[in-house]
């Protein structure tokens, strides 16, 4: 995949994966050929499946059928459905998407807001983020799965405060991991918790709100451990 | 059930509901009598199954086994699987629940943040909640049931932000609703999405991130609203 700066934040890469061309493209991280195809094209199955079926309803088996894969190589190579599962997810946080740099804090937070908010109210490019969410909630391995790919999203989304430190932006040392992960988290509540509409107002609401509490220094890393970094 | 000062927000009644004694104890809005422990125990009964086979494995025959009440009874009152759902979360709604009252808009944020972040870690208290939360990803109605709870219960929560205004801690005209939804969102994210561990020290800055934001009129209402209430 050649990198997209338009890609909404968290979700669009699984969208991706759910696409039925193999994402062999140049741009990813392992180079093409047949066993590339064949992981791309299994990932496709299982995030396609888990769309379809959800997780109860998912089988090695299908993802044989689906991906063209013989189920004895998909049991050989991914051992069983949750490693199907781990191994896709693994995959789809393989790409080249970088958070937005919009040349202020406010304006990246708030577009970052909003890519989520895009992302998880287009039905289409949804589905498969959904799937997966939904999907932990069963498997403790695609728990695990989800919490390392979301861990390395929003360690990508930490330029956003290195560089509006950097501008002096923000005079404070916050951590920039929580300072992130608050901005999309008004989002989550109301997409999968209390189901509420999600749009630009609440997303730049959550944005701004996550700036407000850092400026106050509600994020700032204690000064014991600032001096340890 | 009585009020209970230390009923942990947002999780409490889906726990009470789930132990296996009828909740029909004074202080339930709807009086006891053979009604009222039929509903009980179906609730409890759809609660249980939820926590134990998830919304996929439920059936009407299940909660009929473990009710103890006829399953021509279930369908001619609650009609199908998805109708007993939604009548169990609307009962677990129906408590005396209030939010935390300590004196202050910041400890009552805290506690309602650490309430949250002790239930859902909770083994016990968790497991019904979570799978109601999980329910709501296979079927629109325990969505619509979820979104419903969820909003009665922010409500009530909305008093904190009341009684800081009259008490003069906040010079603001915040949207209460917003503000406590605020809270407890970094924990619903970590806890569903990210899955990452939560515990007091993230409950408490949680509680001042929102309180920081508010402080800052995120959470205003615009003064055209506002001169409208």
Not at 48 to 61: C, I, N
Request: include cysteine; glycine fraction near 8%.
């Amino acid at each position: 995949m050649e990198r997209d700066e338009t890609a909404p934040a968290l979700g669009r890469n699984a969208q991706q994966a759910d696409a039925p061309s193999p994402a062999t493209a140049p741009g990813t991280r392992r180079p093409g050929g047949r066993t590339a195809r064949t992981r791309a094209a299994v990932r496709d199955a299982v995030l396609g499946g888990l769309v379809e079926l959800g997780y109860p309803g998912l089988s090695v088996e299908y993802v044989a059928e689906r991906s063209g894969i013989h189920r004895t190589t998909l049991y050989r190579r991914w051992g069983n459905l949750e490693g199907l599962l781990v191994d896709a997810l693994d995959l789809a946080g393989e790409d080249s998407w970088t958070p937005p740099d919009t040349g202020s804090i406010e304006g990246d937070l708030r577009a970052l807001a909003r890519m989520t908010a895009a992302t998880f109210t287009d039905a289409a490019a949804a589905a498969a983020p959904t799937a997966v969410i939904a999907a932990a909630f069963q498997s403790e391995r695609a728990a695990d799965a989800l919490r390392a790919f979301y861990e390395e999203r929003f360690a990508r989304c930490e330029v956003i405060v290195a560089r509006a430190v950097a501008r002096r932006e923000l005079d404070r040392n916050p951590d920039a991991g929580a300072l992130v992960r608050a901005v999309v988290s008004p989002l989550f509540l109301k997409l999968f918790i209390t189901r509420e509409p999600v749009g630009e107002q609440q997303a730049d609401q959550a944005a701004d709100m996550a700036l407000a509490a850092a400026r106050a220094g509600v994020f700032d890393i204690p000064p014991t451990s600032a001096g340890a970094v």
